[in-house]
C-alpha cells in the first residue's frame, strides 16, 4: 500500500485524507495542535456554512488570486461541486439547508456534530492521527520522503511516498493557521507570495463622539463602492472602522488601493432629488429631520456629522449621504483575518496541486494562492482543493 501524509487536520487535510485512503493509501493525519478541526469548529460558532447555492458561473466568479488559473480552480469545482459537498454531509447523516443568500449550513448550524462524525468515520478506514506533530523539515531520499516533526515525545522521522500539506494560512493562529510553514517552504526553493489579511475588517479613526453613538450598530440596505466594485449590504461599526460581508466581498479591490477607500450610498433606493422632496420645507436641524423623514439611523448621522460637520441645506446633505467616502488606514491584523490571500503560488504547482519543487509533495486548502469570501465559498475551495490533492497524492 503506498502510505501517504497528510500534514494538517482542517478541512483541506482531512477531506484529502478521505480521498487517499478510498483509493487504497495508507494514511497518516498530522496535525501541531492536540485535535484535529479546530478552524473548522471556530468558523461553525456562527453557523457552519459549507457551501453556497449559487448558479456555477456564480459561484466561479468569487475566487481570485494572482494570476489565477481560472479554467484549472472550474475543473477543481466540476471535480466537487456544492451538491457533491452537499450528498457528503447527508452521508454522514447531516442534513443541510439553504438559508438566506444562497449560504448552506447543517440543520443544527453546529461544526461539532460533523466533525466527530466525520474523524470517526475516518478512523473506522483506517486513517491513524498523530497529534502534536508540527513539521520541520522535508527531505527527499532515493525511494521516499522523509518527515521530520516536533513532537510532545522529541524530534521525530516518518517515512511516506507522498505528502499532502494542507497547513493553511495565517489567520487565527490559535488554531494552528499560524503560517510557520512559509520560511520551511521558502528555504525549498518553493515560490511562496506574502500572507495578507482576507475576509476582515478594516481601520478608520472613529471620534469619541462618533464611537459613542456607532460603535455596535449596523448600517442596513446600504450600497457600497471600492473601485469599480459595487455592492449592496449591510456593515457594522466597530472601535475600530467596519466589519461586514460587503468589506470581505471588497477586500480584493481594497488591497489593490493606494489609498483604500469605500464610497458608502446611505439610501440606494432613493434619488438626491426624491431625498430632498422629502424634506420639504425643512431649513434647519437637517440631521433631526433625516432621522424623521430619511429614516436615518444616530449611527448614520453620527458618521456623516465626523466627516461633513453640520449642513445648511437639504440637498447638501443628501449628496453627502449618497456619496459617503470613508479612507482606511489599513486592513485588521493577519490574526484576526478570517481567511488569507496569498501563499504557495499558482507558478509553483502542476495542474494536481504538487510542488514542482518537491516531487510527490502535493498542496490543499487556505495555503495556496487563492482567496474567496464568505458565505460557503471557503470551505467549499478547501474541500475542492484536498480532493484534487488527496487522490494525486494516492495515485502519484
Partial sequence: MKSVAIIGGGPAGLRAAEV???????????????????????????????????????????????????????QFLVDFDKVALRQWAADLDVETFVAGGGKVFPVSKKAAPLLRRWVLRLKATGVGFKVNHSLRDIQHEDDGIVLNFESSSGLTS?????????LGGGSWPQTGSDGYWVPLLKQKGVEVLPLQAANCG????????????????????????????S??????????????????????????????????????????????KKMESARRD??????????????????????????????????????????????????EAISTSGGVAWAALNDQLMLKALPNVYCAGEMIDWEAPTGGFLMQGCFATGTVAGRAAAES
Fill in 158 to 166: 516518518n517515512y511516506h511516498d507522498a505528502v499532502v500539506l494542507a
Fill in 20 to 74: 487517499a485512503v478510498g483509493r487504497g493509501a495508507n494514511v497518516t493525519v498530522y496535525e501541531q495542535k492536540r485535535s484535529v478541526g479546530r478552524k473548522f469548529l471556530v468558523a461553525g460558532k456562527s453557523g457552519l456554512n459549507l457551501t453556497n447555492d449559487a448558479d456555477f458561473e456564480s459561484f466561479l466568479s468569487n475566487y481570485s488570486g494572482t494570476h489565477f488559473p481560472t479554467a484549472l480552480w472550474e
Fill in 286 to 335: 437637517f440631521y433631526k429631520e433625516a432621522r424623521l423623514r430619511w429614516k436615518f439611523t444616530d449611527a448614520m448621522c453620527a458618521i456623516l456629522r465626523q466627516l461633513y460637520g453640520e449642513f445648511d441645506s437639504a440637498e447638501s446633505l443628501a449628496k453627502a449621504a449618497k456619496a459617503c467616502r470613508i479612507s482606511f488606514k489599513g486592513p485588521r491584523p493577519l490574526a
Fill in 202 to 229: 478594516w481601520e478608520f479613526d472613529w471620534t469619541d463622539a462618533t464611537r459613542a453613538i456607532a460603535e455596535g450598530q449596523p448600517l442596513h440596505h446600504l450600497q457600497i463602492s471600492a473601485g469599480s466594485q
Fill in 231 to 276: 455592492i449592496r449590504g449591510e456593515l457594522m461599526v466597530t472601535r475600530y472602522g467596519f466589519e461586514g460581508t460587503p468589506m470581505y466581498q471588497l477586500g480584493r479591490e481594497l488591497h489593490s488601493m493606494a489609498q483604500p477607500e469605500i464610497v458608502i450610498d446611505f439610501k440606494p433606493m432613493f434619488t438626491i432629488e426624491h431625498m430632498v
